[in-house]
């Protein structure tokens, strides 16, 4: 039974987190703790941390955020749930409120991107889907083992119930990921493991991965030793950890416990080529791997500007300003412009088509599969289709693009 203490909210509610993957959007979170009880949760470091199964919520966050929002100078690119805590808990309190919020942002056109590890209840999935362009929704995964997720998961929704979940999410035109976070060394990152999970996710239509290793703070290795009663699961675990060496983070600019470089990148390398083999783009965490990537993992998704998102229809096509890359890719490779500026257009930033009469589709990114593939799902689009293209042929193919 999880404690619930209601407190006021006497800071802002939209607050800027220091993690470079949500540098460009606000941050919410509706509590201080986190139901769930993920045994591996970082922020059991944290001098807030109020202990197992409490939390405190803050019960004016809906009310502050109604007049906070109108007063800001510029609208938030989108609002993201949540940092430190889930916004789908099993606690109806924070349900009902997160609810609440949802609907405001959304009659106030505001995008809202979340992580969740959590059961999203019927009326908030429905919500999600009746505003499906507005929505970037990463559903947190450790294992598909149910029995392995129940321990270091006690109360999160069960792997297949999640899986479940990003299934209907993608069938609803929402752009969906799966974070594989963390990986826990000698448990989940063997190749079986991994081919599951990717597996599991290909089947429901997701085809974006973020991806980080577990790493330890000196409060989760406690609560590691305290919670896990398999003595052979913990030894797998934190055997792996005895020639581990202190790495500074960007997420919490920290110092944690961390599997070497080399053996991280081992884990990330087997599972892109895993990922590949079922049409996933793969994506390490930038914010705690900072001596592997620069790249950002998108947590809080890929959005375009505001203003290109709602430039005027009497604008010229938008279609035309990034290079016509739907006509193009419609078109044999010959004509116009080589496959090669057609791929550099596509790897780029995402494309904007808006209030274009010529295509269906008003917002594209690529992502490579493999070599001459690309997949093109939609952000915003008419007809909801994911689009795919194949570059390896003299013509270039689209799917599922409406006329």
């Known amino acids: ?37 993920c045994l591996y949760w970082y922020a059991r470091g944290y001098s807030t941390y109020l202990g197992e199964n409490r939390i405190v919520l803050y019960a004016n966050t809906f009310e502050k955020l109604r007049a906070e929002l109108p007063r800001k100078r510029k609208t938030p690119l989108a609002i993201y749930f949540s940092p430190s805590s889930d916004f789908f808990q099993p606690v109806t309190e924070v349900l009902d409120m997160g609810y609440e919020i949802l609907d405001f942002l959304f009659r106030m056109k505001q995008r809202v991107s979340f992580l969740t590890k959590g059961k999203i209840p019927r009326r908030h999935m429905e919500l999600l889907k009746a505003n499906a362009l507005s929505v970037h929704a990463g559903i947190g995964l450790s294992t598909m083992d149910e029995k392995l997720a129940g321990i270091f998961e006690p109360n999160a929704a069960s792997p297949g119930l999640r899986i479940a979940q990003a299934k209907e999410l993608t069938a609803a035109a929402i752009v969906t990921q799966v974070r594989l976070d963390p990986i826990l060394p000698g448990l989940t990152d063997d ?51 005895d020639r581990a060496d202190r790495s500074d983070i960007h997420a919490e600019r920290s110092s944690v416990i961390a599997l070497g470089m080399h053996e991280r990148r081992s884990v990330y390398w087997r599972l892109t080529e895993i990922a590949a083999r079922y049409g996933i783009a793969v994506h390490v965490c930038a914010c705690k791997n900072p001596d592997i990537t620069n790249a950002p993992c998108s947590i809080a998704g890929r959005w375009p500007a505001p203003a290109i998102r709602n430039r005027p229809s009497t604008s010229p096509c938008a279609a035309d300003r990034c290079g016509g890359i739907a006509r193009q890719l419609s078109q044999p490779a010959t004509e116009s412009r ?32 493999r070599r001459g593939v690309y997949n093109l799902p939609a952000l915003f689009s008419e007809n909801f289709a994911p689009m795919r293209a194949d570059l390896s042929g003299p013509h270039l193919h689209v799917w599922s693009i409406a006329a």
């Open 1 to 37: 039974m999880v404690e619930v203490i209601q407190a006021d909210r006497k800071s802002a509610v939209l607050t800027p987190s220091s993690p470079a993957c949500l540098s460009n959007v606000a941050t919410v979170n509706l509590t201080a703790g986190c139901a769930h009880g």
């Open 338 to 369: 080589s496959r090669q500026r057609i791929l550099a257009r596509c790897r780029s930033r995402p494309h904007v088509l808006t209030d274009c009469r010529k295509f269906s589709q008003v917002a594209i990114r690529a992502t490579p599969v």
């Open 191 to 241: 190749a079986k493991t991994l081919e599951d999970v990717c597996q599991a996710v290909a089947a429901v239509g997701v085809r974006d991965i973020a991806a980080s290793v577990l790493f330890l703070r000196p409060a989760v290795a406690k609560s590691l030793k305290r919670n896990i009663r398999t003595s052979n699961i913990l030894e797998k675990l934190l055997g792996r950890f």
